[in-house]
Each structure stands twice: as C-alpha cells, then as structure tokens.
C-alpha cells in the first residue's frame, strides 16, 4: 500500500488534542498520589521496555500514547510533584503550560525581526515587564536563551569581546592571558564558560567565601591585584546571588566596586534567587546588580516556566552583538538596524517562541501572585529550619536565605566519616520510599541533604510528610 501524504487529519487532531489534555488535567490533579521518583528501576530498564526494530510503518497515535502512558511515564522523575525537592524544585505551571502549546502549534522561528514579528517583539516586551517587575533600570537589555549555562558564556564571550577587542578577529592568539573570577561556592556553568570562551580552566579563579558561603570580596580584591601584577587580564567576575549549594547571596555592591576598580566586566548569575527580586522585603539582598553588566535569571527555576526559558539582561547589548552577529546574505532583511534580530545576540540561529509562556504567566499571576508564591516558599523552608534546629541528632548546615535547606543526619556518637556514609544512604532511601526527592551536595568536605522548595502546589503539608519521612528512614538506618 502507498503511504498517505500529509499530516494526521484535523479531525483525528482535534479529537488526540482533546484527549491529550484531558490526560495533562488529570495528571496535575492526580500527581500527588504518584511517586516522585520511579520505582526500583535500574539503567536500561526503560530503554528495553521500548526496544525493538524502527517503526517501518505507520503506527496509530492511540497505541503510541498508550506506550507513554504504560512505559516512559513510570520512568520518570516527577519534577512538576509537590514533593520533589531535588536540584532546584521547580513548576510548569497552568500559564506556562498553555503557552508552551501553542507556542508548540504555531512552531515560529524568530531568528530575524520578519521570521516573525510578533514573536520577537513579545520577547521585548515581556522582558521589559520582567525587567520593571524585578526593579532592574530600563538600560538592561533583555534576550531569552535555553539554559543559564547558555547565558552566562553569551555574557562572557561579551566581557571578552570588552577586554579583548580583537577577539573577533585574531582569537586570543599571542594575547595576554585572561581570567574570570567567581566564589567558591559559583555554579560548574561559569568554569564551563570560561573553558568554552578559549581561555583554559588557568582562566577561571575561586575566591574564597565567608561563614555564610557569601563571596568576601577582600579575597577578590586581593586575587585581582595579584593577578595583574602577575600579567594577567581580569576580564570577568561573576556574583552569585543564590548559589547552587546553599543559596547564599555574594555581595554584589561590593564586589562591583572592586571589579570596576579593574575595569572587569560584572556578570550576576541570579539563575535561582532573580526571581525572589519580586519581594520588596528582599530587596536589599538585591543591592548593586544594577551596576552589573550584565544578569542571567531563570523563569524556568523559580517563575514556574516550563524549561526551557533563562533570561539574559545585558546593559551593553552592542559587545554582546559584536561578539555575536554575523549574517550572511541569506539572513540580510530590509529593516536592517530598525528592528531587533535575535539571531544576532549568541550562538543559535533560530528560536523557540518561549516568550509567549512567560507572557502568559507574567499576566495571569501578576507580580503580585508570581511575590505571593515565592514569599510562601521561603515561610516554608524557613519552617523546616525549625523543625530542623529543635531535632536531635539533626544539624542545619547553612542559613536559608531564600528557598533551600541544607542539612544532615549527625546523631550523637558517630563520626565525620559515619555521617557521610548515613547522609548519602538516607538520600536514597527517602528517594526509594518514593515520597519525595532530594539530592546531596558537600559543604566543607561534608555529605549534607540538600532540599528546595519550588514547586508551585508545594504546601506545608507537603513538606512536614517530607520531614517525617526523612526522619523515619534515618531512625531504620541507624538503628538497622
Ligand atoms: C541552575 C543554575 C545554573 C544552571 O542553570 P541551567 O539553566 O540549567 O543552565 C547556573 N547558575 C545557578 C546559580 C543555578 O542555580
């Protein structure tokens, strides 16, 4: 038989779309009764649930959604479950997750102002509001990237471009060596950058953070001179506000001044704590980013976007077009310099039409309801501090600054090396009861438990199940 042409019928859509839905409402209705984290499953499992030759003909969609339904659903990690608390918990939120379907159906590529004008200018003028939303001046120029990671090398391809002015043409061949500088405590997406950017893992220095984990900018001061007596070009410093294990928040009107005092470009990476910008209580954390050059924040982490959407602000967006545009004649549009091409501002030609979720959820929630949620996760985390602090046999390991504890199992008569063993057994037993997910990190060389509070249907009621747990599995592992 010869196959048919075209795409699925309207009809056979229309009624697959209505379907799809329906099971999407229930999932997020239902989510809470299911595991966060599968069930005993080992590496391959799913893949060989699925195998078999290529699909040679076709197939109905009915049997290829009962597949998902029976197969990959099981697999995997629920990050949209109230009760994940791993990495950064986050939300695809109702908003979010309209937006990212219709984005999905009109499938737009705003590489130039004409691949698709709406698209582009939404993009403007929903990081203008955001931008006004988080207190940041109008001279911050906004873009949305797929991941901070994307982000923080665009902004610093940009700090090259400033301290090397003939990157573009030269490379960094014969040309003094550079050096970007961030806390101990920055994310693994900074020394990635910096390796990417051409200036070796040498080009990358720590400096060294305080008692809270809060970057002391003295170090940083100290590593410049330094380093400048030493030859070398300090070309970035990279604030975090929010860090990754403890989301401390470095002082950025500090290290400002001393990264101007070297001409370094600043870039913030507020990829988690940006959004707690909305909080006017949480201003003063806040405190000089609007000096920076330029600031990555995620709505993907804490502004309940479905991933993929990080912002980058960047207040001279002309260093960030010089290190990036390129266009052949293929791309050359009439408009010219009257319009904003997108392409023109990183590595990646076309673009998803991401604004359109962030647009949706900027209106249906508000600033106002975006600060209400945030604020509510901070009560909670602060909460589980309590409980926390007043548990014996249990040791906060960090302040909690916005949404995130960090803490460990340390009962009496137990040492370093026994601690370290008993934290990272109790994370995978809290993540085999399949109540919840947590993850660890290490906090001066010690295992400690790492849980954030995200997810937008995230309730007290959620965490205080969470804490029993943790503290049920940790008793058998004890005294098992
Ligand atoms: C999560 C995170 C990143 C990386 O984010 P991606 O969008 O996954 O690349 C970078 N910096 C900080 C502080 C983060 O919390």
Redesign the pocket.
Known sequence: MEPTLGDLPPEEFRRLAREVADWMATYLEEIDGQRVYPDALEPGDVRRALAGPPPEEPEEMDEILADFRREVVPGLTHWNHPAFFGF?AISASGPGILGEMLAAALNVNALVWRGSPAATELEELTLDWLRSMLGLPEVFDGTIND???TSTLYALAAARERAYPEVGRQGLFGQPPGRVYASEQA?S?VEKAVMALGLGRNGYRAVATDDDFRMDPEALRQAMEEDVAAGIRPMAVVP?L???STTALDPVDRVVEVACAYDAWVHV?A??GGPAALLPELRSHFQGWERADSIVV?PH?WLFTPVDC?VLYCQEPETLVRAFSLVPAYLRTPEGDRVKNLMDYGVALGRRFRSLKLWFILRAFGRTGLAARIRHHIHLARHLAEWIDVEPGWERMAPVPLGLVVFRYAPEGTDEAERDELNRALIEAANASGELFVGPTELGGHVVIRLSVGNIKTTEEHLSRAWRVLREEAAKLFEG
């Open positions: 950064f991941t901070a990671s994310h997406s975090t929010g860090t990754t990476d990829a988690y995620n982490k990080s």
